[in-house]
């Protein structure tokens, strides 16, 4: 799959989130930010990141202390949590589209009486295709609406389920199953005596998914990206997203600080 080119730019949430900063300053925001889109992820070294916008290290340094707490650092990678968000969301919205307007076309050329296609049609829920493969939606919603018509009723979601991507993408799992966000609370909790929130998993989840599910490691079946990650989140350590020490002094915990980051780039 090639790489998504581009991604939105808020121009209220960048105004907010820029307002103090200088022009200069602004100007090697902008080039982190689309680093970290092409690349998906900054390298946690200064030289490097000054080299990356063409600035001496000197130069750089005095303008990371500006910018630097507008990244968070996870395995010696930065990320701008505005932009993770951003760019999951024109993900989530490009496949949502291309799902709808598949099953607009295959629904037209359905034979059957127009009282089949309205039924067809109040089955259909986009959100049961989502993680396909563009390349095999099409083949997977023909499948679906034979099952229908067949059936006289829904599909059998052996339809789907079988149409798993085994080299998948971020965009492919959304949310994290409860279930799966309680085991790492446990595993944190029996394995480093430290009590984690299911807000702080979500946040290991989203850093997980950008560096691993990149269309390129192969996984038999989703259980074994959900094992993964649970094995992953063993070599992580939870302070790196601010929990209990806030660079900004707050005292608030990682989920307020990241949920603030959010907003505003």
Not at 20 to 32: N, Q, R, S, T, Y
Not at 145 to 152: E, I, R, T
Not at 242 to 257: C, L, P, V
Request: with cysteine.
């Amino acid at each position: 799959m090639a790489k998504d080119p581009a991604f939105l730019l808020y121009s209220k949430d960048w105004l907010q989130g820029t307002a103090k900063l200088f022009p200069a300053e602004k100007g090697v925001f902008i080039d982190l930010l689309a680093h970290q889109h092409q690349d998906g992820f900054l390298p946690a070294n200064k030289k490097r990141l000054a080299k990356m916008v063409g600035l001496s290290e000197a130069e750089f340094n005095e303008i990371w202390e500006i910018l630097k707490d507008k990244f968070f650092e996870e395995n010696g990678n930065l990320y701008n949590e505005k932009l993770i968000s951003v760019m999951t969301d024109r993900g989530d919205h490009g496949e949502m589209r291309a799902i709808i307007g598949t099953f607009g076309v295959l629904s037209k050329s359905l034979v059957c009486s127009p009282e089949d296609k309205q039924r067809i049609s109040s089955l259909f829920n986009y959100e049961r295709f989502l993680g396909i493969e563009r390349a095999k939606l099409s083949k997977t919603i023909s499948k679906w609406l034979s099952k229908c018509l067949a059936n006289d009723g829904d599909a059998n979601e052996d339809v789907i389920e079988d149409e798993f991507n085994n080299k998948p993408f971020a965009k492919d799992f959304k949310e994290l199953p409860e279930i799966k966000n309680g085991s790492v609370v446990e595993l944190f909790k029996i394995t480093k005596q430290t009590d984690i929130t299911p807000e702080q998993v979500n946040g290991l989840w989203n850093v997980f998914k950008i560096q691993n599910l990149n269309g390129k490691k192969y996984y038999p079946d989703e259980d074994a990206v959900y094992s993964h990650f649970i094995n992953w989140s063993k070599l992580q350590k939870i302070e790196k997203y601010g929990t209990g020490n806030s660079k900004s002094g707050s005292g608030n915990n990682a989920s307020t600080a990241r949920g603030a980051a959010n907003r505003d780039y």
